[in-house]
């Protein structure tokens, strides 16, 4: 990853994000993608299975441009209940190191009403730069 992370000087250390990222290159951008597979059926109402199945999406996605994981510079996450988003933080690490890995890039996560499938608990768009 060439990708430099912008951490300003003085600013106690993110956890689990970057505050920002400068990368050049390919640019590869996805959709909002949810945890149904590939058949777009849900396997899980669970949220941290969704998460991982999302996740899983966003891997898939970048892989046809020829991108993996560590280009990742910026997701946005939707999610339907910040209480289950906070609930089982160690459950959504495990689940981001398993298929992300130690790669924490820009990151911002809303709680919105509702997206729209309904069955849906989390949105993520992805942002990666493949390096020239």
């Given at each position: 990853?060439?990708?430099?992370?912008?951490h300003p000087e003085g600013w106690k250390p993110a956890r689990g994000y970057a505050n920002g990222m400068a990368a050049q290159g390919?640019?590869?951008?996805?959709g909002g993608l949810i945890?149904?597979?590939?058949?777009?059926?849900?396997?899980?109402?669970d949220f941290?299975?969704?998460?991982?199945?999302?996740?899983?999406?966003?891997?898939?996605?970048?892989?046809e441009a020829g991108a993996r994981p560590e280009h990742l510079v910026?997701?946005?996450?939707?999610?339907?209940?910040?209480?289950?988003?906070?609930?089982?933080?160690?459950?959504?690490?495990?689940?981001?190191?398993?298929?992300?890995g130690r790669h924490y890039p820009a990151m911002a996560v809303v709680q919105v009403?509702?997206?729209i499938e309904d069955r849906a608990k989390v949105e993520i768009e992805a942002t990666a730069v493949i390096p020239d």
């Amino acid at each position: 990853m060439t990708a430099q992370i912008l951490h300003p000087e003085g600013w106690k250390p993110a956890r689990g994000y970057a505050n920002g990222m400068a990368a050049q290159g390919r640019m590869v951008l996805t959709g909002g993608l949810i945890g149904w597979n590939a058949d777009c059926e849900f396997e899980t109402d669970d949220f941290v299975g969704q998460v991982e199945q999302t996740l899983r999406n966003i891997v898939a996605v970048l892989a046809e441009a020829g991108a993996r994981p560590e280009h990742l510079v910026r997701l946005t996450w939707y999610v339907t209940s910040k209480a289950e988003y906070l609930s089982d933080p160690k459950g959504l690490g495990r689940v981001y190191k398993e298929i992300i890995g130690r790669h924490y890039p820009a990151m911002a996560v809303v709680q919105v009403v509702a997206l729209i499938e309904d069955r849906a608990k989390v949105e993520i768009e992805a942002t990666a730069v493949i390096p020239d």
